[in-house]
């Protein structure tokens, strides 16, 4: 049954999915321990399936048996940088889908059953892209993962999030058909659609390779992955989409959507065109580097001028996503910085997990969504402030946590491959993030309870933060009195928190796995440490 | 600046990519095109492989129905997942069991197809071209490795049957006929039985949706019928979840969610 583990990964969260759709709807209380369920054995299988390519290299999984001639049936390839993806992927959902636990006194919802079912049916999408080796099958799952996250935003009761799922909708439909005329074009030029079998064409066909039509299918697919991870000018959708959507669904969509994304840019610059192609076009190096400065600068001032917890960590997601396309385009000779962007994908993945569970425990129990209301969190709630400080700490890059190694990678990718103004960004984004969460520091130690009775004076009238409702929770919108939130909040949150400190502490392993798949010579690679 | 400044930059920029990448395209209908005929230094031509070999290895005549089903049937089985996730969605988001609808349904209830004498004409219409398009959906779905067709096409025809039940009658009539909990269970089941295809040749040893394996279960004379009769089975999947998707989207819709009333 070993080898049968790749399609485990994807079948244990679908049929999950389709069981709810038969007895949910009867019965809601049965639809947490079938989705905890399926995760869990996701989550076993990715670990698995990672483990055989860690220690014996990439493999394929042929689909319906169609190995020869390559590419007529569709396969699954797992490698060691989609492996660690794949349990980041795992873990991520199964420690958010353990948060939509409601409280006993909370009723269920006519929308539990759909809401899990979109839930399950996002992470076999997720799992999808991540695994797959054909560049058609990628666009089906980008689909399947794309309905599934406007229906996890739209889920909850306000307009605010319908018209931000709707606005979302337009977007990433706009990215999915960019990526889908790409693999078009592509096709036409090569004739395939299996990822190994476009890249053998690419490298070894010189006249198909320096076609206008394949150049142009570089661009159609970029810009389409660049909508869909909200790289600079196109982040319009995030901010809206992420911060009206209900906390369980925000708890799942914003650690892994992007990072996903990112790592299909890097999968379709490493896998599909080959690095050796991308970089021999003289200039784009530089050009998305550029670019990529600007959406960290823009993300970062952009978060200052937030007032609200979840809308300042989505603008910090669009500096995120700046460092990563960054990194992964610095062309530096050792290839550090795309070393440090595919690390900082799972660290990314992690810490936007712990602070989205920490907005959201904040939200959820105490309908606090502002900064200013989090006066006297630490003395109230120690232990939530714990998982806070350390995802805050790893957002700033301070060792041990993730968050420093993964500058330090994509800093060292900078200087060699000669770009000081990505040194520069990422400096001072580190520089505003210290401001941003000391001052949420300064104001959670310092600050008064503001409970007492001044919390909706901020700005908000009533009827807005009545919008800001959740389907799972169905929050009363008065700020309550501060106190710990229940245990089934804090496991994820605080698992969050350790796992921020562990893939810190084993980054030189991660690092040597991620390296495994890029090929460089082995020296190189002992050089590590 | 208005914004409309900045789309129509950023069409004629798209514009003009795209008039780049066609400068070099083959010629229309070039049987010597890449897709057609595969690349130098690439895997053999996998149009050619489908066109000279998978009626011996499927025994479908059909060749779009093979790949589609077989070859590529992993693709397939996501899009009918993807015609779940929409109709999710929009229960998701539209779905209401709230009492406030209720006088909605009171006058909707007197023009029923069943035994409604005002309506005499729709209403019989309607009940003979109902099973005249239902049976040739099934043909659609049953035939459609022989000929165009299959689970998507029938699927739609079946789905559109019960909505023209609803549109000569009103949606009570339907709703009696296919309630919500039994699109909900098919949807699902439509899928369970696709993917059900997938993992038993799992069990049995062998890969996902591997159907040439399912020759001991289904007792045909070698692998290709099985992989011709599994073809039906995941149609027929493929069906279902369609059938009930669509016929769900519009009760919701027409209803505002309350699955009362309705047009």
Known sequence: ?529 | MSPKIFASIAVVITGIVLLYGISDFPTFGDPRSPANSGVEGGAPSTSLYYINESYGVTKVPNLVTSVLADYRGYDTMFETVVVLAAGMAIFAILRSTTKDDETVAGPARKSSIDGDHNRIIVGMTCRLAVPVVQIFALYVVAHGHYSPGGGFQGGVMLGASFILIALAGNLDDALGRFSEKSYMALASLGIIIYAGFGVVPQVLGKNFLDFGVLQKILLTDGPEMARSHSMLGVEIGVALTVMSIMFAIFANLSSRGTLKGGL
């Open chain 1, 1 to 529: 049954m070993l080898e049968q583990l790749p399609a485990l990964i994807l079948l244990a969260p679908l049929f999950g999915a389709l069981l709810i759709g038969l007895i949910g709807l009867h019965d809601r209380r049965a639809c947490f321990p079938i989705a905890f369920t399926a995760l869990i054995i996701s989550l076993a299988s990715a670990i698995g399936a990672a483990m055989r390519a860690f220690t014996g290299g990439a493999y394929n999984y042929f689909i319906g048996g169609w190995e020869e001639p390559l590419g007529i049936g569709i396969v699954l390839r797992v490698d060691a940088l989609n492996g660690l993806l794949l349990i980041a992927i795992a873990v991520v959902a199964v420690l958010a889908v353990i948060f939509t636990i409601r409280p006993s006194s909370e009723k269920d919802t006519d929308k539990t059953a759909y809401f899990y079912i979109l839930f399950l049916l996002l992470c076999v999408g997720l799992f999808g892209i991540t695994i797959t080796g054909d560049a058609f099958n990628l666009f089906v799952l980008i689909e399947v993962s794309a309905l599934t996250s406007y229906g996890l935003v739209a889920i909850g009761t306000s307009r605010r999030c319908k018209m931000a799922a709707f606005h979302y909708l337009l977007m990433g439909t706009v990215g999915a058909s960019f990526y889908l005329l790409g693999v078009g074009y592509l096709y036409l030029k090569t004739g395939s659609l299996n990822m190994q079998d476009i890249n053998t064409i690419l490298t070894t066909n010189a006249t198909v390779a320096q076609s206008p039509a394949i150049v142009t299918a570089f661009i159609l697919i970029l810009v389409g992955i660049w909508i869909k991870m909200a790289f600079f000018p196109l982040y319009g959708w995030l901010p809206n989409a992420y911060s009206y959507s209900p906390s369980g669904s925000s708890c799942l969509l914003a650690p892994l959507m992007t990072k996903v994304s990112v790592y299909v840019m890097i999968r379709v610059m490493l896998s599909l065109f080959g690095l050796e192609w991308v970089f021999g076009h003289p200039g784009w190096s530089d050009l998305v580097v550029w670019l990529a400065v600007i959406a960290i600068l823009a993300g970062s001032i952009m978060a200052l001028a937030q007032r609200e917890i979840k809308r300042m960590l989505c603008y910090l997601i669009v500096a995120e996503i700046g460092y990563m396309v960054g990194g992964a385009w610095l062309n530096d000779p050792n290839l550090w910085g795309l070393t440090g962007a595919s690390y900082h994908i799972l660290a990314d993945a992690m810490m936007t997990l712990c602070l989205f569970l920490f907005a959201g425990i904040l939200f959820k129990y105490h309908g606090v969504s502002e900064i200013g209301d989090l006066g006297g969190m630490f003395k109230k709630m120690p232990i939530t402030s714990i998982g806070f400080i350390v995802g805050a700490l790893a957002m700033i890059g301070v060792p041990p946590t993730c968050g420093f190694f993964s500058k330090f990678y994509l800093i060292r990718g900078g200087i060699e491959g000669g770009h000081p103004e990505y040194v520069a960004a990422l400096l001072i984004s580190s520089l505003v993030n210290a401001v941003l969460f000391f001052r949420i520091f300064e104001i959670a130690y310092f600050g008064k309870n503001p409970a007492a009775g001044h919390s909706h004076d901020h700005g908000h009238d009533d009827h807005d933060s009545h919008d800001h409702d959740d389907p799972g929770d169905a929050v009363t919108t008065a700020a309550r009195p501060m106190r710990e939130a229940p245990v089934y909040a804090l496991i994820p949150l605080l698992a969050a928190a350790a796992l921020i400190i562990l893939v810190g502490i084993f980054n030189g392993q991660i690092i040597e796995l991620i390296r495994l798949t890029f090929e460089i010579p082995a020296t190189v690679v002992s050089n590590l440490r």
